[in-house]
């Protein structure tokens, strides 16, 4: 499927922190849903790791960018990168509302070296959304702890079971320039 570790990294992170951006029955949720969206904008970084498979224990640094789409569309356009070792990959992906779900991709969609989002589903502090990949189903969860701290875990269906093979671990990048007045 992928090439070696960064590039299945990549592309997992990269569908977890796009399905920050998803939610549930727009037509009752859609402030609900933007104002998620709004909380989670803004520069992201951390470790994540493979908790499951051929790579189990592949360690990894995520630094991304998400921002609100262009014009009214509800959702969240991400641009950075993934590091494992010295390999580095760019990360885009874009989600936004598709009726009564949402829809995207991460990098070039599951047609190419990336994921499908095919679902989506958003609560107060966490959204689900349902990745596809070919034969590979799944789903990630983002959840904010806190203003500053989001979990993110990527499980995959094997038969009837959701395993989790990637978790990961954001902090909010903020600038800690100090502002004042001057006299």
């Not at 936004?96 to 589903?121: E, M, P, Q, V």
């Not at 958003?122 to 034969?135: Q, T, W």
């Not at 590979?136 to 093979?165: F, W, Y």
Request: hydrophobic share 40%; charged share 20%; with cysteine.
């Amino acid at each position: 499927m992928f090439s070696r570790p960064s590039s299945i990294l990549c592309g997992l992170a990269a569908a977890t922190i796009a399905a920050i951006g998803l939610s549930a029955s727009p037509a009752l949720s859609g402030d609900r849903d933007k104002a998620f969206f709004e909380q989670v904008a803004g520069q992201w970084k951390g470790p994540g790791e493979i908790v499951a498979g051929k790579y189990k224990g592949t360690k990894f640094t995520c630094d991304l960018t998400g921002d609100m789409p262009d014009g009214s569309v509800t959702g969240i356009k991400l641009d950075g990168f993934c590091r494992v070792g010295v390999f580095k990959q760019p990360m885009s992906a874009l989600i936004t509302r598709d009726g009564k779900s949402y829809s995207g991709k991460f990098l070039d969609g599951a047609d190419g070296k990336g994921l499908d989002i095919i679902s989506g589903n958003v609560a107060k502090d966490k959204v689900v959304v349902g990745i596809n990949r070919k034969k590979l189903n799944g789903a990630m969860i983002a959840r904010l702890q806190n203003d500053q701290t989001m979990n993110i875990t990527i499980s995959v269906k094997v038969e009837d079971t959701m395993v989790p093979v990637i978790g990961l671990s954001l902090n909010r990048q903020v600038d800690n320039i100090a502002v004042g007045s001057i006299k």
